[in-house]
C-alpha cells in the first residue's frame, strides 16, 4: 500500500456559530500532487492552518506521515514546508538574502540556498532585491523559502493566486517537477476546476467544509456523463416528441436541446426519429459534460440554472 503523507480524521473547526470544516477525513497519498478544491469560502485555509499546526481543531485529528501531530508538533512540521496567502519577503534584500535570513532561523545548511533557487529557477535572479521581482518571480521566491529545509510535504495555498497565464505557467511545471524529481509530496489548494486538472492526480472537493469527493483524476473524469447536444429548428415539438418516445431530454436557455446518451447508437436513433417526424435537426453532437459541469452538480449549486439543465439531462 502506499504511504499516506497526511490523514484527517474527522476534522472539524468552527468560528463561533459557523462550521467552517465539518468532519474532513482526507487521505493524501506519498509522492504526488493532491489537488485540494473547493469555492471561495469552502474551508481551504482553515483546513490548511489545521494541517500545519496554525488553529487548533475543534474536533477530530490530523496526522502527518502517520503520526498525531498534536504532540509532534516540532518534529512533524520540520519536514514540511508552506506557503500560505502571499509570501512575507523582505523588499529592500536580494532574494539570496531573503533565503539566507530564513536559513539562518532553521539553522539550515548553506548549499541549501543555492538548491532552492536551482528548484524555483531563480539563480539568475538571486542577486536582484525583491523590489525589482515581479509577482511571479515573488511567489516563486515565496516556494524556495518553503522548500529550503528539504521538505517531504509541501502546502500550498492557492499558489496561482494574482499570477499571469506566463507565471501560472512556470508555476505548474515547477509543482508538476516536485514529486518525480525530489520525492515531495504537494499538497495544493484552488478553487479553479482547471487549474487542479492540470498538476494534480489526487484531487479533494470541499464544499461549505464539507468532503464532497475524494479521489484519483481519472476517478473524477469517470464522472463526466456522455449526453447528445441537439439543434432543431422547432425545439419545443421535438423536445415532446423525445419525451412521448421514453428519451430523458431538456430544452437549454438558448433553445437547445440536451438528451442523456445511453449508447453510441443515440445519435442515430434520436436523429431518425426527430427527422421521421418533419423536425428539421441542423446539429447533433455527443459531448461529455466538463469538469466544471460535474464540480457544480457535486457542489449542488442549483442557483445556475444552466447547470441545473444539464445535471438533470
Ligand atoms: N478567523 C476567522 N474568523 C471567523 N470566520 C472565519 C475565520 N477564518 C475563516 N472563517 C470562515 O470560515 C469559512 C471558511 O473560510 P476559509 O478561509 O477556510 O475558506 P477558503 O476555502 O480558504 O476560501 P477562499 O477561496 O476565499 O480562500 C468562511 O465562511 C470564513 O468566513
Ligand atoms: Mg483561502
Not at 508552506?82 to 535570513?101: C, D, F, I, K, Q
Not at 508538476?176 to 524529481?181: V, Y
Amino acid at each position: 500500500m502506499r504511504k499516506i503523507a497526511i490523514e484527517t480524521r474527522g476534522l472539524t473547526r468552527r468560528f463561533g456559530a459557523q462550521l467552517a470544516v465539518n468532519e474532513l477525513n482526507l487521505l493524501v497519498p506519498e509522492a504526488g500532487v493532491y489537488g485540494f478544491l473547493g469555492p471561495n469560502g469552502a474551508g481551504k485555509t482553515t483546513t490548511i492552518r489545521m494541517l500545519l499546526g496554525l488553529i487548533r481543531p475543534n474536533a477530530g485529528e490530523v496526522r502527518l506521515f502517520g503520526e498525531s501531530l498534536a504532540g509532534n508538533h516540532q518534529s512533524l512540521l520540520r519536514r514540511v514546508g508552506a506557503l500560505v496567502e502571499t509570501p512575507s519577503l523582505y523588499s529592500h534584500l536580494t532574494g539570496r538574502e531573503n533565503l539566507e535570513v530564513t536559513r539562518r532561523l532553521l539553522g539550515a545548511e548553506r548549499n541549501l540556498i543555492d538548491r532552492a533557487l536551482g528548484i524555483v529557477k531563480l539563480s539568475d535572479d538571486a542577486h536582484r532585491r525583491v523590489r525589482e521581482y515581479s509577482l511571479g518571480m515573488r511567489q516563486r521566491l515565496g516556494l524556495a523559502l518553503a522548500l529550503l529545509n528539504k521538505p517531504q510535504l509541501l502546502i500550498l495555498d492557492e499558489p496561482a493566486n494574482g499570477l499571469d497565464p506566463a507565471g501560472i505557467h512556470e508555476m505548474r511545471a515547477l509543482i508538476r517537477l516536485l514529486p518525480a524529481e525530489f520525492g515531495i509530496t504537494v499538497f495544493l489548494s484552488s478553487h479553479l476546476l482547471s487549474e487542479v486538472e492540470q498538476v494534480a492526480n489526487h484531487i479533494g472537493i470541499i464544499h461549505q467544509g464539507r468532503l464532497l469527493f475524494q479521489g484519483t483524476l481519472p476517478e473524477l473524469q469517470a464522472q463526466r456523463q456522455e449526453h447528445l447536444t441537439i439543434g432543431v429548428k422547432q425545439p419545443d415539438q421535438a423536445l415532446r416528441c423525445l419525451t412521448d418516445a421514453g428519451w430523458s431530454a431538456h430544452k437549454r436557455e438558448d433553445g437547445w436541446l440536451t438528451a442523456a446518451a445511453t449508447t453510441p447508437d443515440t445519435a442515430a436513433q434520436i436523429n431518425s426519429l426527430l427527422v421521421s417526424q418533419r423536425l428539421e435537426v441542423f446539429h447533433i453532437a455527443l459531448a461529455q459534460a466538463s469538469l466544471e459541469d460535474i464540480f457544480l452538480s457535486l457542489t449542488n449549486d442549483t442557483t445556475t440554472a444552466p447547470t441545473a439543465e444539464r445535471r438533470a439531462a
